[in-house]
Structures are given as structure tokens and as C-alpha cells.
């Protein structure tokens, strides 16, 4: 479903509730970026299963140069509450776009990609997307959007490789 409300336009992949009873609702990004996760090896803390944490707290909190870490940037940059996701988010992402298939051949991945370009957006690609978490100073976890895979791959942090926004609201 696509959402467009105060400036904010996505794609619906996931509503959420919490052990707190809040209910969250997740967007995609219309578009999708090929960029380092960072120019240099440093650790970040990076290891909350939120994405709008680990993209706010290194550079808000620990006030690192975000100039240093091109897919945080790039995802910033979309405009206030957009992150890079978390692993756990681009999983629910994966999951979303597959209809639990995971194998980017899957029906519903064309599904969504026609939604994407039909309203300007940039269709997924077949191909390893950046999460937000760490798993060391130099390397971080990425999802697999192809082969039936999820797999948290740990590669190096200044290989180029792609980053969808996220955006998360409450509505409750």
C-alpha cells in the first residue's frame, strides 16, 4: 500500500505491536541508493534492532561526522524520521516484498516493484542491501534479496552496496 501523508511517501511493508501495545506501521522508500555504509573502520554501536536508533545515535548522541557514513547520510537525507534500516527491518522488508517466499522470483516481488515505478519509485533490485547493524569495526550485516535467502552476510563496511530508506510512525 502506498502511503503519502505531511510529506512522507513510502510503501507500506509491515504494522507492528509492541510488548507495550503500540503499534507501529513501516514504510520503504520510493528509491534505492548504491553507496559505502562508511569511508572509514569504527566501531558505531550499531547494534539496536532500530533502525532510526542506530542512525540517530552515532552522530546525535556520540556526535560522529556523518559525512564518514555515505547510507546513513543518504537515508537522512529523505527528510526527518527516515533511517537506514535495521537487520530486523530489512528481514520484515524481505519477507514483506516475497510474501514470505524469500526468493526474489517470487509474484509479489513484481507486485511491488510495479508499485514502486508506477508512482515514481525505483524497483527493488536483486542484490545484497545494507542494514544498519554492525557486527564489528569494519564489517556489517546486509540482507540477500535473492536465492531464498536472508542471510546476514558481514562485509566490509567500504564495499558499495545498496540502501533503501526506512520510516516508521505510530498510530496509536
Known sequence: TLYNENGVKGVIYAVTTDNKGNTYVYLMSMDEEDL???TKYEWCNCSSTTGLYNTNDPFDYWGMDINNYPAFKWCKEHG?????????????????????ELDFKAAKVADYN????????EPFCETYYWSSNESSEDMVEVIAFM????????????????????????VN
Open 147 to 170: 536465492d531464498k535467502s536472508y542471510v546476514c552476510l558481514e562485509p566490509y563496511k567500504d564495499r558499495t552496496y545498496t540502501a533503501r530508506a526506512g520510516y516508521r510512525f505510530k
Open 114 to 121: 510495479k508499485l514502486l515505478t508506477d508512482n515514481g519509485g
Open 80 to 100: 526527518e524520521g527516515w533511517f537506514l534500516p535495521s537487520s530486523t527491518e530489512m528481514h520484515m522488508m524481505w519477507e514483506a516484498i516475497t510474501d514470505g
Open 36 to 38: 559505502q555504509w562508511s
